[in-house]
């Protein structure tokens, strides 16, 4: 992805340098769970969902996201693979790059029917 030349100061410039509408692939910019509803599945329900209705839709390749690096380890084990620290300095930085093929197998699929039924009795 390329930047347009004095973006900076230029709010005019190409904005069709860098975001490619024809690319194939989707950035999760956010997923947030607030505190008390952590560590109950609700994130990991979330991110399948999202990469089921991706499947779906066949809109996209890939997933890639930013993350810190507590959370590494949550999206590894959705089969999203590290890339390395990020050179993105957003929000002042230490952020990890990670990416997932949107054609990962959906893992915990009848776990989220599951959940919502339960959760909607």
């Given amino acids: 992805m390329a930047l347009p030349p004095k973006w900076q100061s230029n709010p ?13 692939t989707i950035c999760l910019h956010s997923l947030a769970v607030l505190p008390e509803y952590q560590n109950q599945g609700l994130g990991r329900t979330l991110v399948l969902s999202y990469i089921q ?4 839709a066949d809109i996209a390749d890939r997933i890639a996201l930013l993350t810190y690096d507590r959370l590494v380890p949550f ?7 590290y890339r390395g620290k ?3 300095q957003y929000g002042g930085g230490g952020w990890n790059d990670m990416v997932g093929a949107s054609s990962f197998p959906v893992i915990l699929f009848d776990f989220f029917f599951l959940f919502s039924f339960t959760a909607l009795s």
Wanted: no cysteine.
């Fill in 53 to 56: 209705r991706m499947q779906s």
């Fill in 86 to 88: 990020s050179k993105a």
């Fill in 12 to 24: 005019h410039a190409d904005p069709h340098l860098g975001h490619k509408e024809e690319g194939r």
């Fill in 75 to 81: 999206y590894e084990r959705l089969g999203f693979e």
